[in-house]
């Protein structure tokens, strides 16, 4: 059953902030490798960053008129994440609402659909990751649904999960679990710093990880060094 909710929970403005410090690549790291979308989620042009509370939206296919829908009940600093079911054939977002969620100075936006207007959308220097670009236009004619559980990006996302993205892509941590994820992200920061360190100390990276371990473990080793020949 097609629904339109608000956004009611949203986690803190400084945990936002703190996560977003941490790339995505970290933060996925962290999260064992979960939680990342599909790499053909991308940001329209290099040094995009979007971090903020998801507002989710589900759209028919082809129909951006739930996207308005979220646009119109969207607060500052949202995220719109959209479940366009990766149709790609029209680019459901475009330039003019891009000068309104400036206007209302929203997060960005991700979408595993189209967008267009990508040249206009890069100058205004507003954050779009998506699947595609199409010249086309979205019908407003259609139902869907704004802030339920979607999929984007091969990821399950809830209204107020945490979208980090950045040059790498996207990651979303769920907002129960948002703490937590900040604290394993600075017990990653720090492990990272020190593999920095050993190889700055003399170390190669395979040492450091203790590679040989993970050879023996698999019943291989390293070819002997020529001093050993």
Not at 48 to 67: C, E, H, Y
Not at 68 to 80: Q, R
Not at 185 to 199: Q, S
Request: with cysteine.
């Amino acid at each position: 059953m097609y629904t339109i909710n608000r956004l009611r929970e949203r986690p803190s403005k400084e945990l936002i902030k703190e996560l977003a410090e941490y790339s995505v690549a970290m933060i996925a790291d962290s999260m064992g490798r979960y939680g990342a979308m599909k790499p053909y989620i991308r940001p329209l042009a290099k040094g995009m960053k979007i971090a903020g509370p998801a507002l989710t939206v589900q759209t028919f296919r082809s129909d951006n008129l739930m996207l308005h829908v979220a646009l119109e009940i969207a607060e500052e600093g949202d995220v719109l994440v959209v479940d366009a079911g990766e149709v790609t054939n029209a680019g459901l977002w475009g330039g003019i609402m891009t000068t309104m969620a400036l206007k209302k100075k929203l997060g960005g936006i991700i979408t595993d659909g189209a967008v267009r207007d990508s040249q206009e959308i890069i100058e205004a220097c507003f954050p779009v990751f998506s699947k595609s670009i199409s010249p086309l236009g979205g019908f407003k004619e259609s139902p869907g649904s704004v802030n339920i559980p979607v999929s984007c990006g091969g990821v399950a996302v809830n209204p107020g999960d945490i979208a980090i993205g950045d040059d790498d892509g996207v990651v979303v941590i769920p907002k129960e679990k948002a703490g937590e994820v900040l604290e394993l992200c600075k017990k990653t920061a720090v492990k990272e710093a020190a593999l920095l360190k050993a190889i700055s100390d003399g170390k190669t990276l395979f040492e450091a990880l203790n590679l040989n371990k993970k050879l023996e473990n698999i019943n291989m080793k390293l070819p002997e060094s020529k001093e050993e020949l």
